[in-house]
């Protein structure tokens, strides 16, 4: 299947606006820092320099932390585990959730209603609680915040994926396809899934953004990365404390994670307001050709 | 067909002038059915995680240093040795009838520690909801209705702002900035002596509710002005306008009745998000509530503990969206008097 | 203003706020009080947009640029906020085209009727407000029944929501009442009950009328004058028995002409191509590139209002030059075709009984398709002709009794077919934006069935089906949404054909189409089965019966009522619901609106 304009565009659309811009800008900006910053560091994240908390000084440029060690090397070592994991788990996430949406919108019956309900009993458990659960039951690591991520994002992709499956089921190209006896699996790749990607797209992008914060949050917890690996999420919970002396390795991984979620927010809306636009047409759709004969805007 | 009878329209299905009781009440029944089923799914699924466990609940609560009689003991007295089904059954049976086990880290009942922080929890709840939900229905339906202009498109940016940003950076956030260095007006933690109630100390409350808040008002706010907007640009409230009907009346009259259905189910759904929010903020501020329970809890892999705060937690949910499901339906005409 | 003119609109331009795009350029019409006025265009037109400006109104990206609109005096135009509040639903007021939209779901409709009332003349006390609501009822025909007040919209009936929606028109006695097409949607029984209740309305109600609408014939029997937009400018006005007997503008001509008739009075003919979009209009006149009288100065300068006669102008630089007579091509019969009841026929349904989740849709239905002619299935909707089309076509599974193909028993769903069958019947959607698939090319649409011929077929198959329905081979790497209703339609239909079937099953295919598009595409579908393709054509509209069938079956309720010859059947119907039918279609009085002043 050779891309079509029209959905590739939606990206570029997206980026076009200011607000895709910005998003975008930011998204970057920390970016770079997580997976750049390793490569920048002056001192050793992990040594034992000094006194904790120190403020700012000689060599020090965002002071200690709470054990001694840099503050500014930590930093820029510890985004680079949230975003890898963040993208690999919503791909994951979408994925599951994408095809189990989709194939029981289009089959419909007791596949349907099973795979349905086992999705909301997951669902009827908020998010971090879920992950907690895991956590109790096999201990923090990566490998666990990434399978909670999945398993929170599949369940309402696969709600978004049916609904607009639904959707497109309903229309009359696919009873077309049907009625020549087309496999199943052809008609949802071809007819089917082309038709659900643009709501698919935009639950990605806000998915990536959640998968982001939840990280983060059960970094923050202290669920996720185990110590003495530096991450933003755990730096912010470790170095609470300290606020008072030095609140830089606080102060800078919150904004770090704060610019980082705005960020992909940001584009993410750009996203969803492209993608408005392509079944309906751009706003001025107003005066265009319209759908039934006898009827103008 | 009466093709041939005179200008009246045709035959109608009867008209219900009134809603039908039994409509509302057997929405109800077969959410409540579907509930429980999920609760039940649910607790299998709890149990059944911890049949996963390696390592059991009598190492657990023992520790290394225990003796293999003394374990042994243990087991008997918590039935590990049954098969896992008869295990559950006889966990779910004594859940139901109130006695939901010892935790295993204080050997104290489960209930014991968790009603009062339950209560803790609640309290927080209620007060978030009672801030929030009035808030963010009117900012929403003041945006919608002067939609993109100065007022909609500044804080339809700071919603979305402030719904991408996790909670705890909202915490620490609203901490840094009045708790600590720039304005030193609240308290940071929210601690209370083991015993007292949280109104003794007012200040305390106010932080976790403002993250809270925050945390919550983004998405009730778009989903009211997603609505509102709808309903506004809805062909009839167009015909309202074109009879000459005034905007207050267009408004409050015509669109927000139509909107504010939807808009219910959504704010059932946060509010049953915002329990997972509970567990964060009050993790940050050190609130005694149910979510501060369930962190140590999982610290201490105090199962009983986990087990019942998760089920807890789950039944909330389930309430609050059959609750918003049926509000939704009492403001729905349509589907009442079919 | 001059005397005894009840509306005056001078010179209204409406164009798109963001691009300054003119929609409806440089207008101008009037009214006497007391008189109606048809608004006449097809979609595209402006004629919405010319209704709503009538109330000093534009939609969401429009822009109201200049004019003015004067009714009883006052300009509409130059009031602002609170003064236009106050004359709408008062001094004017609009009957909308979807009566199940424009009432507000939630609220009761006495209340939706009174706040009308009430807003208005906020001094009336309760007994003078319920004396005016039962009046108003009274008026739309609703006399006596106060108890419709206290309904939701939801539990009316179509033609019950119009009345009360004409009702919240009425109550406070305006100077003029817009009416926007209020009778598309509801079906042809209720539509010509409504229709009776507005010219009664027109008769006794001291009001100015101006009524929007596609159907040129429904304006005949409603209309004193007339007045027919294209592309956002007016193209001939005047009395109506003038304008739809002797039009002088090329593009009325062809509107008339493209009108389906159940008498046959002459063949059904379209106008090739289609309407420009508001960005897309050429300069000079915009009718120009599709007109066969056009000549250079059509295409550089805009044509002037030209006076016929009296009150009669038309926007056109050969008015009155070159006349095009409406009987060019009438009576020409159609090619020789077969005879009924031959010795086998292509589709033969016997004792058809179908259900629809349990509920019984159809029952007993029995119908015969020869090889070459055209079987018409008529009926309103909920009469069971598109589930009867569906099951024949293998899209509905629920269904029993015997349909045989060419002689073998066709399979009730199409994987229980054989290729062969799947091949020879074929089926053409009623909304052409729906069969599409939007994310596909046409090239991609049109390959699609190729997967399904048997091998050695045809040279360049798509090239060859595009020809057989007029498309260029240019459409191939289009998408859907770049092309008009009537093009996708014929993207349908030639998907259809490159299976090479042998009959074709139309089911409303050209409900969602404008008249002069629908002509052209019934003109194809009669040329398609005069190249020996036998089709199934299921309508509401008995007046498309004569332009492609042979013959008739009316459905009523799930049973066949009537069926035979075309011919036969349209002149002498035998059952009361063909009567009926017939009686209530809306017919082009080309002798023009029974003699009003």
Not at chain 1, 72 to 82: C, E, M, N, S
Not at chain 1, 118 to 130: C, F, G, N, S
Not at chain 3, 181 to 200: C, F, K, M, N, Y
Request: one cysteine or more; charged letters at 15%.
């Amino acid at each position: 299947m050779k891309w079509r304009p029209s959905r590739s565009s939606a990206w570029f659309r997206a980026a076009r606006t200011t607000r895709g811009r910005v998003g975008l800008l930011l998204v970057g900006l920390v970016a770079a820092i997580a997976l750049l910053g390793p490569l920048l560091t002056p001192d050793s994240p992990t040594a034992l320099l000094g006194v904790p908390f120190a403020r700012p000084g000689s060599g020090h440029l965002l002071g200690l932390e709470y054990v001694g060690r840099d503050t500014l090397a930590r930093v820029l070592d510890g985004g680079i585990r949230i975003l890898p994991l963040a993208a690999i788990a919503t791909a994951a996430g979408v994925g599951l959730g994408a095809f189990f949406g989709i194939s029981a919108g289009y089959r419909g019956g007791a596949y349907d209603e099973i795979v349905m309900r086992t999705l909301d009993v997951l669902l009827a458990v908020p998010q971090i609680i879920l992950a907690l659960l895991l956590v109790s039951l096999a201990g923090a690591s990566p490998l666990l915040v990434g399978t909670a991520v999945v398993l929170i994002h599949a369940p309402q992709v696969a709600r978004v994926a049916r609904a607009a499956t639904l959707r497109a089921a309903r229309e009359d190209f696919v009873k077309y396809s049907q009625a020549l006896s087309d496999p199943p699996l052809r008609i949802m790749l071809t007819d089917v899934l082309p038709n659900v990607s643009g709501p698919l797209l935009v639950e990605s992008a806000l998915r990536l953004t959640y998968s982001i914060g939840i990280i983060a949050s059960l970094n923050f917890l202290g669920l996720g990365t185990r110590p003495p690996f530096p991450d933003w999420g755990a730096m912010i919970n470790e170095n609470r404390i300290g606020i008072g002396q030095n609140p830089w390795p606080v102060v800078v991984p919150v904004a770090l994670v704060a610019v980082l979620t705005i960020g992909a927010s940001l584009y993410a809306d750009a996203l969803s307001r492209a993608t408005a636009g392509i079944e309906l047409g751009a706003e001025g759709v107003l005066v265009a050709p319209v759908d039934e004969g006898g009827r103008d805007a | 067909m009466d093709s041939v009878s005179p200008a009246v329209g045709q035959a109608l299905p009867r008209p219900a002038a009134h809603r039908r009781p039994g409509q509302v009440a057997r929405l109800v029944i077969r959410r409540v059915v579907l509930g429980v089923l999920t609760l039940f799914l649910l607790s299998l699924l709890v149990f059944a995680a911890t049949q996963v466990l390696p390592g059991d609940a009598a190492q657990a609560v023992l520790g290394r240093t225990a003796t293999p009689a003394a374990l042994h003991a243990l087991r008997l007295q918590l039935h590990l040795y049954r098969p896992a089904a008869v295990q559950y059954w006889l966990w779910i049976s004594s859940l139901l009838r109130g006695h939901p086990g010892l935790s295993l880290a204080t050997q104290q009942p489960v209930w014991n520690l968790v009603s009062s922080r339950l209560v803790n929890s609640a309290v927080l709840l209620a007060l978030v909801s009672a801030c929030a939900i009035p808030l963010s229905l009117l900012a929403g339906v003041v945006a919608a209705v002067r939609r993109d202009r100065a007022f909609d498109n500044v804080s339809s940016l700071l919603a979305l702002a402030v719904a991408a940003v996790p909670e705890f950076v909202v915490a620490i956030a609203l901490i840094l900035l009045l708790a600590s260095a720039v304005f030193h007006l609240l308290p940071p933690v929210s601690l209370v002596p083991p015993g007292t109630s949280v109104w003794n100390r007012p200040a305390i409350l106010v932080l976790p509710v403002l993250t809270l808040t925050l945390a919550v008002f983004p998405y009730i706010f778009r989903m009211i002005r997603t609505t509102m907007i709808e309903a506004m640009e809805s062909e009839y409230v167009e015909m309202a306008l074109l009879k000459g009907m005034p905007l207050r009346r267009r408004v409050l009259a015509h669109a927000l009745p139509n909107a504010l259905p939807p808009a219910v189910q959504a704010v059932g759904l946060t509010l049953a998000y915002l329990a997972g929010g509970v567990v964060v903020v009050e993790y940050v501020f050190g609130y005694p509530g149910i979510g501060q329970g369930l962190v140590n809890a999982v610290n201490a892999r105090d199962l009983p503990t986990i087990q019942l705060t998760v089920l807890l937690f789950a039944g909330f949910y389930v309430l609050v969206n059959i609750t918003a499901d049926v509000i939704s339906l009492l403001l729905t005409p349509r589907l009442r008097a079919r | 203003m001059p005397d005894g003119l009840a509306v005056q609109v001078t010179d209204l331009v409406v164009e798109i706020s963001a691009t300054g795009t003119p929609v409806v350029s440089g207008v101008s019409l009037q009214l006497a009080v007391g008189q109606v006025l048809g608004l006449v265009g097809e979609s595209g037109c402006g004629k919405t947009t010319l209704a709503l400006a009538l109330l000093g109104y534009a939609r969401r990206g429009l822009r109201i640029r200049s004019g003015s609109v004067a009714i009883g005096g006052t300009d509409l135009l130059s009031l602002r906020g609170h003064e236009l509040e106050r004359l709408r639903g008062r001094l004017v007021s609009y009957v909308p085209q979807d009566p199940a939209s424009a009432l507000n779901p939630g609220r009761r409709v006495g209340i939706q009727l009174r706040e009308t009332l009430t807003v208005h003349h906020s001094g009336l006390s309760a007994p003078e407000v319920r004396a005016r609501l039962l009046g108003a009822l009274a008026d739309v025909g609703l006399a006596r029944q106060e108890s419709l007040l206290r309904r939701f919209p939801h539990q009316l009936s179509g033609g019950q929501q119009q009345r009360i929606a004409i009702a919240m028109a009425l109550v406070n006695r305006p100077a003029l009442i817009v009416m926007d097409e209020p009778t598309t949607g509801l079906d042809v029984t209720t539509q010509a009950h409504v229709l009776d209740t507005i010219r009664e309305i027109c008769r006794t109600q001291n009001a100015a009328v101006v009524y929007v609408s596609h159907d040129l014939a429904v304006v005949s029997s409603l209309a004193n004058n007339v007045a027919v937009m294209y592309a956002g400018r007016m193209a001939e006005s005047g009395p109506s028995a003038v304008v739809l007997r002797r039009p002088s503008h090329p593009y009325v001509t062809g509107l008339i002409r493209a009108v389906p008739d159940a008498a046959a009075r002459h063949r059904l003919t379209g106008i090739p191509g289609q309407a420009p979009e508001p960005a897309a209009r050429p300069s000079g006149c915009a009718f120009a590139p599709r007109c066969s009288l056009a000549i250079d100065i059509c295409r550089t300068v805009d044509p002037p209002p030209v006076a016929v006669a009296d009150g009669h102008l038309s926007w056109c630089h050969r008015a009155g030059q070159a006349r095009v007579t409406s009987q060019d091509e009438a009576d020409a019969a159609s090619a020789a075709q077969p005879e009924a009841d031959g010795p086998e026929p292509l589709l033969l349904v016997s004792n058809l009984n179908a259900w629809y989740g349990g509920t019984p849709v159809l029952a007993g239905v029995s119908i015969r398709i020869e090889r070459g002619r055209c079987l018409a299935v008529v009926g309103e909707s909920g009469s069971g002709k598109t589930t009867l089309a569906r099951a024949i076509a293998g899209l509905h599974r629920e269904h029993d009794g015997t349909v045989m193909l060419d002689g073998q028993p066709l399979g009730r769903s199409a994987p229980q077919r054989t290729d062969r069958q799947r091949r020879a019947v074929q089926y053409i959607f009623q909304n052409p934006y729906g069969s599409l698939n939007p994310r596909r090319t046409i090239r991609r649409i049109l390959e699609q069935p190729l997967r399904h011929l048997p091998p050695g077929g045809q040279r360049d198959p798509l090239t060859r089906a595009l020809d057989r329905v007029s498309l260029p081979a240019t459409v191939l790497d289009r998408y859907p949404h770049q092309l008009s209703g009537g093009q996708r339609q014929r993207v349908a239909i030639a998907r259809a054909l490159i299976l090479e079937p042998e009959l074709l099953i139309c089911d409303e295919v050209t409900s969602a189409l404008d008249v002069s598009v629908q002509a052209v595409i019934m003109r194809l579908l009669d040329d398609l089965r005069q190249q020996g393709l036998s089709m199934l054509f299921v309508t509401h509209n008995l007046g498309l019966v004569p332009s492609i069938a042979q013959d008739v079956v009316v459905m009523a309720s799930g049973q066949v009522v009537e069926s035979g010859q075309a011919p036969a059947v349209l002149a002498r119907p035998s059952s009361p619901e063909t009567a009926a039918l017939l009686a209530a279609l809306p017919r082009l009085e080309a002798e023009g609106a029974a003699g009003r002043p």
